[in-house]
């Protein structure tokens, strides 16, 4: 019996890749606060509604998903109820393994994830680290989770709030590029539509060859950038404007953040 202790956007995503994986709803529990909300997910998926307690008496395996700032709360309902050998995720940005088994008491294994929400189209990229009493049978059920629903990766929990700011944030980055594309579309005078298409299929297919090919993205680049043409001298008003510098701002700048989220639960 799998529990996702906080169903929100992530919480959810999780819950609709384990019902597309095959894994039936009565093996699935779930908590939430609303009750509109706790209706819509059982009509939807055909899964129990029930109580953190609840979950964390009956369940094998606790995903918890709630906001960072309201992991402290959880963990002090459900501590007086979690076995020691109950499996802890946690899927909660800048909360660490550490901070998990504090609350909890006892060696309980703790494994920290990080996905992303292409998990709702099982394209996911999840992240996971080993707390100090998460062994190799929980790490590699934490990988049967996560696995029908993209692709997983051990990480060292110390590179997760980096994984945080470039994967886990990373499908924003992508949405905001290409909202900026298709503005550009707008101001070359195509209709809004037709830019949409052209940008998701571009993006589409060199997502598809940057996968399979092998080849490093900046040989695919040169590829496209020939002397003196259209691409050269679009690369060059980005580095111009240090967009590549933004970039890397911005994703330090998503990494801090997770550290502070993490700070926020002493």
Do not use: C, W
Request: hydrophobic share 45%.
């Amino acid at each position: 019996m799998i529990a996702i202790l906080g169903t929100g956007k992530m919480g959810e995503a999780l819950l609709s890749g384990l019902v597309r994986a095959g894994r039936a709803a009565d093996q699935i529990m779930v908590t939430t606060r609303r009750p509109d909300r706790a209706e819509q997910l059982t009509e939807t998926y055909g899964v129990k509604v029930v109580t953190n307690v609840e979950a964390a008496e009956q369940a094998d395996a606790l995903i918890l998903a709630v906001k960072p700032q309201d992991m402290g709360t959880l963990l002090r309902e459900i501590a007086p109820v979690v076995p020691s050998d109950r499996l802890v995720i946690s899927v909660a940005a800048g909360i660490t393994t550490d901070f998990v088994q504090a609350r909890l008491g006892g060696p309980i294994p703790v494994v920290r994830v990080m996905s992303n929400t292409p998990v709702l189209v099982d394209e996911a990229m999840s992240v996971i680290s080993a707390g100090a009493h998460a062994k190799e049978e929980h790490l590699k059920l934490t990988e049967d989770l996560l696995q029908p629903v993209g692709k997983v990766l051990r990480i060292p929990e110390s590179q997760q709030d980096g994984a945080t700011a470039l994967s886990g944030s990373g499908p924003a980055y992508f949405f905001y590029l290409v909202e900026a594309m298709v503005d550009a579309g707008i101001l070359l005078g195509m209709p809004r539509a037709a830019a949409l298409d052209m940008v998701k299929q571009s993006i589409v297919g060199a997502a598809i060859m940057l996968r399979d090919s092998g080849e490093h993205p900046v040989i695919l680049r040169e590829a496209v950038t020939s002397p003196g043409g259209t691409t050269i001298a679009a690369i060059a008003e980005l580095e111009r404007h240090r967009v590549r510098a933004a970039f890397l701002d911005a994703i330090e700048a998503a990494r801090d953040r997770s550290r502070e989220l993490g700070g926020t639960n002493k």
